[in-house]
């Protein structure tokens, strides 16, 4: 009798416990951005545009590596009938045309380079419009938090109420 007035007890007990906990549970989903994107026709034509420009700017800093290899094996040729003089200034000429290709590569695919502009002239809007769109499925369905599965993005979309950034900035003064 005892017994099974416990195991009634423990199982009103265990119940209220999973109410509890299931009324606060967050919703949690995730979606991969770049399966997404890649549906796009706009992305996929920005992405060749992209790959034919930096097709391009490959090209033309690996002629230049080629100009600048053909005027090294010059110099090593003629190396032992040069002055010093004119030995320095050649190996000036050839240092200089290597940190002018450099500097072309740097400008071109560089953090702040051409291909880095262009793609986010081109990308960048076509994201916004998928964030947008998730952004508005979480808000629509209840998620409080939604996460990119590709791993590039990290969270998408968070609710507002779960941000703590201010309690942690408070607890630090």
């Known amino acids: 009798m005892i017994n099974t007035s416990i195991k009634k007890a423990l199982a009103v007990l265990s119940?209220?416990?999973?109410?509890a906990v299931s009324a606060n549970a967050q919703r949690i989903a995730y979606v991969d951005v770049?399966?997404?994107l890649e549906s796009i026709s706009d992305y996929q034509s920005a992405q060749q545009e992209?790959?034919?420009?930096?097709?391009?700017?490959?090209?033309?800093?690996a002629q230049e590596y080629d100009k600048i290899k053909g005027l090294y094996n010059r110099?090593?040729?003629?190396q032992v009938l040069l002055s010093d003089e004119a030995r320095k200034q050649r190996e000036d000429e050839i240092m200089e045309k290597e940190k002018e290709v450099r500097d072309l590569q740097?400008?071109?695919?560089?953090?702040?380079?051409?291909?880095f502009k262009r793609r986010q002239e081109l990308v960048r809007p076509i994201q916004d419009k998928v964030f947008a769109a998730i952004e508005e499925y979480a808000t629509e369905r209840g998620y409080d938090f939604i996460f990119d599965k590709s791993g590039s993005t990290g969270m998408i979309f968070s609710n507002p109420q779960y941000d703590k950034t201010s309690d942690i900035m408070d607890k630090l003064k």
């Open 34 to 36: 770049n399966t997404i």
């Open 75 to 78: 110099y090593q040729a003629e």
């Open 106 to 115: 740097k400008n071109k695919f560089g953090p702040e380079g051409e291909l």
């Open 50 to 61: 992209l790959d034919k420009l930096a097709s391009s700017w490959r090209q033309e800093i």
């Open 15 to 19: 119940m209220t416990l999973f109410l």
